[in-house]
C-alpha cells in the first residue's frame, strides 16, 4: 500500500510518530518495531494508537494501517477515499471482483472483505517475505476471498484475465515512490483490458505542485479510460503541500456526485475535481510511454 503522505484524522506527523513509536507490544505481546528479512528489509510492525491496530513502515515511510479487530477504519485519509469510491460501486454490500497492484499490510482488500462479503480479490505484492510477515503478525481472515501472488505490477496484470474485475487499484510504492513502469500508456492498457465496462481503476499518486509528473499520469490514464475525476487534500491542491491524490478512471461514468456528498461529510473533508476541473487544474500532460517515463517526485 502507498506512502501515507496524509495523515490520519487531526494528527501532526510529530503526534502520529509520537503515538506509534510510544506504544507496547501488540496482540499477544508479539509486535513491536519487529523487522522482518530478505526482500522485506527495511520493514517494521508499529503498534499503533490503539490494541490490535499496526502501522506497517517501508524504507522509513508509513505504508499501511491495519486494526485487525475494525477492518472498515481507514486511518489514512487516501485510504479512506479509495474506500468511498468504492462503496459506491454497484449494490451497497454486493460482492465485487477487485485487483490490487500493490499490497503490503492489505488494508483495502481486508476493508472489502469485511463490507462486501464474498468478494473476489487478487492482491500483486511481489515482496514475498513481506507477505509472509504480514500473514504471520497480521492474520487475513478466514475465508477472506483474498489470494495474494508474488508478483509485480506489470507481470501480474498480464496474467489476468480480460473483463475480469469491477475495480483495479494501483497502489504501490518503492522506497516512497510509484513505479515509472505503472503509470505508462502500455500498463494502462493492461488495466483497461481486465476491467468490466463498467469498471474503474483508482490510481494513488504522490505529488506536489504545480503536478507536473501527475499532469503525464492523467494523459497517459485518458489514452485508455477517458472518464476521470482525482481528489485530494485541498492543501496539496492549494501548493500548501504535497500529498496523495486519488485518480479515478472509467471508460464510462464515474460516481462524481456520490463522492462529492461523502467528501463533504468525510471528518476529514477532501476536494473532488470532475472530468472538466481535472482538465483546467491538472491538463496538458504528455502521456508516460514505456519508452518514456519516470518514477513519482521524491517525498
Not at 479487530?69 to 460482492?95: E, H, I, N
Amino acid at each position: 500500500m502507498g506512502s501515507a503522505s496524509d495523515l490520519p484524522h487531526g494528527a501532526t506527523r510529530v503526534q502520529w510518530l509520537r503515538r506509534t513509536t510510544e506504544q507496547g507490544t501488540g496482540h499477544n505481546g508479539s509486535v513491536a518495531n519487529r523487522d522482518a528479512r530478505d526482500d522485506a528489509a527495511g520493514a517494521k510492525l508499529v503498534p499503533a494508537d490503539r490494541a490490535n491496530s499496526y502501522v506497517l513502515r517501508l524504507d522509513g515511510h508509513d505504508q499501511s494501517y491495519v486494526d485487525l479487530d475494525d477492518p472498515t477504519r481507514l486511518v489514512f485519509d487516501y485510504v479512506r477515499r479509495m474506500g468511498d469510491v468504492l462503496d459506491t460501486l454497484g449494490t451497497p454490500g454486493a460482492a465485487l471482483r477487485v485487483a490490487h497492484v500493490g499490497g503490503a499490510a492489505m488494508t483495502l482488500p481486508r476493508y472489502v472483505a469485511a463490507t462486501r462479503p464474498r468478494s473476489t480479490q487478487v492482491v500483486l505484492e511481489p515482496a514475498e517475505a513481506l507477505t509472509a510477515l504480514v500473514r504471520a503478525e497480521l492474520p487475513l481472515p478466514a475465508r477472506s476471498g483474498i489470494k495474494v501472488r508474488p508478483l509485480d505490477g506489470r507481470s501480474g496484470l498480464v496474467g489476468l484475465r480480460d473483463g475480469a474485475f469491477d475495480a483495479v487499484v494501483v497502489d504501490a510504492y518503492a522506497k516512497g515512490q510509484v513505479p515509472a513502469d505503472l503509470v505508462t500508456v502500455e500498463a494502462v492498457a493492461e488495466i483497461a483490458r481486465v476491467l468490466t465496462p463498467e469498471g474503474l481503476v483508482l490510481f494513488n499518486l504522490s505529488d506536489r505542485a504545480p503536478f507536473a509528473w501527475t499532469r503525464r499520469v492523467i494523459a497517459a490514464v485518458r489514452t485508455q479510460l477517458p472518464r476521470v475525476m482525482v481528489s485530494a487534500e485541498p492543501a496539496t491542491l492549494r501548493a500548501r503541500r504535497g500529498g496523495n491524490l486519488l485518480l479515478v478512471a472509467s471508460r464510462s461514468g464515474l460516481p462524481e456526485s456520490a463522492l462529492l456528498e461523502r467528501a463533504a461529510r468525510s471528518a476529514s473533508p477532501y476536494k473532488v475535481l470532475g472530468a472538466a476541473a481535472v482538465s483546467d487544474a491538472l491538463g496538458g500532460g504528455n502521456a508516460f510511454t514505456d519508452a518514456d517515463t519516470e518514477a513519482s517526485p521524491r517525498p
